[in-house]
T-cell receptor
């Protein structure tokens, strides 16, 4: 079974802190994604990556950056956390072809105080 | 703009059948996904349709009409464990997934 893991299930940070969210997948998937999920809104894509060291902006990249130094690991960085970044963050991965299903990690619920 | 519409919440009875509708407007279309998400958990894949028609997978079926920009997920013989949110997502011409807000399905005994 494909396994996508995220470094934390729950995280509480203070405004202005630098926050790292880590995601690891164990199925050699080319594609990796970071989403945020907020009540009443659909999943919103922050960044995605089709290959190591490659990154593409999604719909809401402002305030975020990413890093993909190894194929299995995709990190999301909040350079200076703000309260409006309080959300559920979901990482996903998929095989290279775009119409393949995405496999999601369990999510990190981030609260910024 | 691109948009996915699905009902916010639905209620159904254990053992019954429920149909969750989804309409989409996207720049190009390369298929439609349904995912299930239990509260506090990750979304899990249910189905993918790219051609018109009905695809059946056990108690779950998914239907697509490309000309109408419409899909539905049909759940039969409802069980309490089917209580979850059901997410509709369309793949646009750039192979980006456009997600609906999800339909929360409540199953009552």
């Amino acid at each position: 079974d494909v396994k996508v893991t995220q470094s934390s299930r729950y995280l509480v940070k203070r405004t202005g802190e630098k926050v790292f969210l880590e995601c690891v997948q164990d199925m050699d998937h080319e594609n990796m994604f970071w989403y945020r999920q907020d009540p009443g809104l659909g999943l919103r894509l922050i960044y995605f990556s089709y290959d190591v060291k490659m990154k593409e902006k999604g719909d809401i990249p402002e305030g975020y950056s990413v890093s993909r130094e190894k194929k299995e690991r995709f990190s999301l960085i909040l350079e200076s956390a703000s309260t409006n970044q309080t959300s559920m963050y979901l990482c996903a991965s998929s095989v290279g072809t775009d119409y393949n299903e995405q496999f999601f990690g369990p999510g990190t619920r981030l609260t910024v105080l | 703009g691109q948009n996915i519409d699905q009902p916010t919440e639905m209620t159904a009875t254990e053992g019954a059948i429920v149909q969750i509708n989804c309409t989409y407007q996207t720049s190009g279309f390369n298929g439609l996904f349904w995912y299930q998400q239990h509260a506090g958990e990750a979304p899990t894949f249910l189905s993918y349709n790219v051609l018109d028609g009905l695809e059946e997978k056990g108690r779950f079926s998914s239907f697509l009409s490309r000309s109408k920009g419409y899909s539905y997920l049909l759940l039969k013989e409802l069980q309490m464990k089917d209580s979850a949110s059901y997410l509709c997502a369309a793949l646009d011409s750039n192979y980006q997934l456009i997600w609906g807000a999800g339909t929360k399905l409540i199953i009552k005994p």
